[in-house]
């Protein structure tokens, strides 16, 4: 009998459809029910304690250092109640109703949603139905990195972007050739920030690759050519985080940007 050779290719597995979300799992939690691939999903045969206890951790301190102390109770509340959830998958019709349930208040909720993906290990779909679905293939492999997907820009959209924001970095506010500018995005797209313009600001290589993938309100200078007075503020709307800044909220979307 030919043995298994060990190097077969992850498992790409979607579920639930609705939610658009796919996840990455060993193929050995994969098995096929009814002729359909569904993960096998007891998550308290598929965690130990120790693993538990090392992201219980994990997710206060990320709520810590991206929120609050606050923030971060009430992350490893929704952690905990996730992990009691026997499929690992949650979801709900919407996020008052699921705050009602997990007993997270609604005013913070999305921030503690923001830092369960942050750790990588819970992916969100909340733009309609909320979905949060833990990432089997992370649990016991103690890595806490969101790898998220971004979309590039259109060429079209970065240029129109570079050119609103006056070539300026938003940090150092000095002017640079168009090959030295970078877009970043104000919010992170791991903590649930938006991939659209309203959510991005030009930067400079240098600044860019300090600032990492972190949110930082106080050191945003200049967006879109002017002078930023005080922080960033943000505010969730249609499943995402947007900034506000001096005093606006910035939804714009990469549609709006390409119909002007
Ligand atoms: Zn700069």
Same mark, same amino acid.
């Given at each position: 009998?030919? &043995?298994?050779?060990?190097?077969?290719? !992850?498992?790409?597995?979607?579920?639930?459809?609705? /939610?658009?979300? #796919?996840?990455?799992?060993?193929?050995?939690?994969?098995?096929?029910?009814?002729?359909?691939?569904?993960?096998?999903?007891? +998550?308290?045969?598929? #965690?130990?304690? %120790?693993?538990?206890?090392?992201?219980? &951790?994990?997710?206060?301190?990320?709520?810590?250092?991206?929120? *609050? &102390?606050?923030?971060?109770?009430?992350?490893?509340? @929704?952690? %905990?109640?996730? +992990?009691?959830?026997?499929?690992?998958?949650?979801?709900?019709? %919407?996020?008052?109703?699921?705050? /009602?349930?997990?007993?997270?208040?609604?005013?913070?909720?999305?921030? =503690?949603?923001?830092?369960?993906?942050?750790?990588?290990?819970?992916?969100?779909? @909340?733009?309609?139905?909320?979905?949060?679905?833990?990432?089997?293939?992370? @649990?016991?492999?103690?890595?806490?990195?969101?790898?998220?997907?971004?979309?590039?820009?259109?060429?079209?959209?970065?240029?129109?972007?570079?050119?609103?924001?006056?070539?300026?970095?938003? *940090?150092?506010?000095?002017?640079?050739?168009?090959?030295?500018?970078?877009?970043?995005?104000?919010?992170?797209?791991? +903590?649930?920030? =938006?991939?659209?313009?309203?959510?991005?600001?030009?930067?400079?290589?240098?600044?860019?690759?300090?600032?990492?993938?972190?949110? !930082?309100?106080?050191?945003?200078?200049?967006?879109?050519?002017?002078?930023?007075?005080? /922080?960033?503020?943000?505010?969730?709307?249609?499943?995402?985080?947007?900034?506000?800044?001096?005093?606006?909220?910035?939804?714009?979307?990469?549609?709006?940007? @390409?119909?002007?």
């Amino acid at each position: 009998m030919r &043995q298994s050779c060990g190097h077969q290719p !992850r498992s790409v597995y979607v579920w639930p459809r609705e /939610s658009g979300l #796919i996840i990455r799992v060993p193929r050995s939690t994969v098995g096929i029910t009814g002729g359909k691939r569904v993960a096998f999903c007891n +998550l308290m045969n598929y #965690i130990n304690q %120790d693993d538990a206890d090392w992201w219980r &951790q994990k997710i206060a301190q990320i709520g810590t250092r991206c929120f *609050n &102390q606050s923030i971060s109770r009430w992350a490893v509340r @929704l952690y %905990d109640r996730s +992990l009691v959830d026997p499929t690992g998958h949650i979801t709900a019709p %919407d996020l008052a109703s699921l705050s /009602s349930r997990i007993g997270v208040p609604r005013k913070f909720m999305t921030r =503690a949603i923001a830092t369960l993906t942050r750790s990588g290990l819970v992916h969100a779909s @909340l733009s309609g139905p909320v979905h949060l679905i833990i990432d089997f293939a992370r @649990l016991r492999r103690r890595k806490n990195s969101a790898q998220v997907t971004r979309t590039a820009p259109s060429r079209r959209v970065r240029a129109a972007l570079l050119e609103a924001d006056g070539y300026l970095c938003g *940090n150092c506010g000095k002017s640079f050739e168009v090959s030295d500018l970078t877009i970043d995005h104000i919010i992170p797209v791991s +903590l649930l920030g =938006a991939d659209h313009p309203g959510n991005w600001v030009t930067l400079c290589r240098k600044d860019n690759l300090s600032k990492r993938d972190r949110f !930082r309100p106080h050191d945003l200078r200049y967006y879109r050519s002017a002078p930023v007075e005080g /922080s960033v503020r943000i505010r969730f709307r249609d499943g995402f985080f947007w900034p506000i800044i001096n005093a606006r909220l910035r939804t714009e979307t990469r549609e709006d940007w @390409l119909s002007t």
